[in-house]
């Protein structure tokens, strides 16, 4: 690709320092479908992605993906359209060496629990990595330099408290995702060229065009950025089959469920629940739900423990 029109901005030299930078993305969904794309564009030398999902009819309003991809491994579509070295995995405290050779990482994900191993590793290692989330219309960006800006886990101590929505409970417009993933690349492209960012969250909003910078102190208390506790690279999701064939998940930390909140959510897809002081449950599909007050979910009714995950990440990952 002639990259000329980069040059008035970041000079020939800086073209060269950003065609031998390593860039990994994980996630390959909506938000990471385009940031590899811009990255491409941008002309970052090596690209890689780690998602083990495949396209589905559903992804395509959002994702960089077409017709003739569903069914194929994400990662598989993304190396042969923009050359990235592809992983067919899930990102885990057993796979983030994966991410070793990145001199950047970028969010491509839709959960915190996969943000919060992304951070525990990015702050041990002291590698730069960029946070970027979207729901419905609106989306959060923000740079992590270990041991200069806040990090994840400053601005989000713990797993949330409460469920928040995911993009498959409150929807996502087609073009939110790429907006975020474009503001993303440009501060990779700040930060492998050297510049200082800041300390700061950027939200957007596209149904009132609002933009906005928030700054984010360091917590005092941080316990992966200041204690150097990286729980999240520790402790795993727990998931067990059940001896009735049913699968049940415990997250790394205890959360406090709202099932108030949770029941909301559910009526807005039409489904109908039981709750009482301790459980919540419900059908989603073919599935039978149960969710406790402290997080532990098991599913009737799912294939394998994959799937059953998916089902989590679904109602109490986002
Ligand atoms: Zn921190």
């Known amino acids: 690709m002639d990259f000329s029109r980069h040059f008035p901005i970041i000079g020939i030299e800086g073209q060269r320092k950003l065609s031998e930078s390593?860039?990994?993305?994980?996630?390959?969904?909506?938000?990471g479908s385009w940031e590899v794309y811009f990255l491409h564009k941008l002309g970052v030398g090596k690209i890689i992605v780690i998602d083990r999902d495949f396209v589905d009819e559903s992804d395509l309003p959002r994702t960089v993906y077409t017709a003739e991809d569903i069914g194929k491994p994400k990662v598989e579509v993304l190396k042969g359209r923009f050359g990235v070295i592809g992983h067919f995995e899930?990102?885990?405290?057993?796979?983030?060496?994966?991410?070793?050779?990145?001199?950047?990482?970028?969010?491509?994900?839709?959960?915190?629990?996969?943000?919060?191993?992304?951070?525990?590793?990015?702050?041990?290692?002291?590698?730069p990595w960029i946070y970027v989330g979207v729901l419905a219309t609106y989306g959060n960006v923000m740079p992590i330099i270990p041991g200069k800006t806040a990090c994840f886990r400053c601005l989000m101590p713990r797993l949330p408290e409460r469920p928040s929505p995911t993009c498959a409970i409150a929807g996502i417009m087609s073009y939110?995702?790429?907006?975020?993933?474009?503001m993303a690349v440009g501060l990779a492209a700040r930060i492998l060229l050297g510049e200082e960012v800041g300390s700061e969250l950027i939200f957007f909003d596209t149904k009132t065009l609002d933009f906005e910078k928030v700054e984010v102190p360091r917590r005092e208390d941080c316990p992966a950025c200041v204690r150097r506790e990286f729980t999240f690279l520790e402790k795993r999701i727990k998931v067990e089959t059940l001896c009735d064939g049913s699968i049940q998940i415990t997250p790394p930390e205890k959360m406090d469920i709202d099932f108030e909140e949770l029941g909301k959510q559910l009526e807005k897809l039409g489904i109908e629940y039981i709750s009482t002081s301790q459980f919540i449950q419900f059908e989603d599909d073919i599935y039978e739900i149960l969710i406790f007050k402290g997080g532990r979910m098991v599913v009737r009714g799912a294939e394998d423990e994959r799937e059953a995950k998916s089902l989590f990440a679904r109602y109490l990952g986002g």
């Open 22 to 31: 390593t860039v990994a993305v994980v996630g390959a969904g909506a938000l």
């Open 90 to 127: 899930d990102l885990n405290p057993g796979t983030v060496s994966l991410l070793d050779e990145a001199d950047l990482i970028i969010d491509g994900t839709d959960n915190i629990y996969t943000r919060q191993v992304i951070n525990d590793y990015a702050v041990k290692n002291g590698k």
């Open 176 to 182: 939110v995702p790429p907006l975020a993933a474009s």
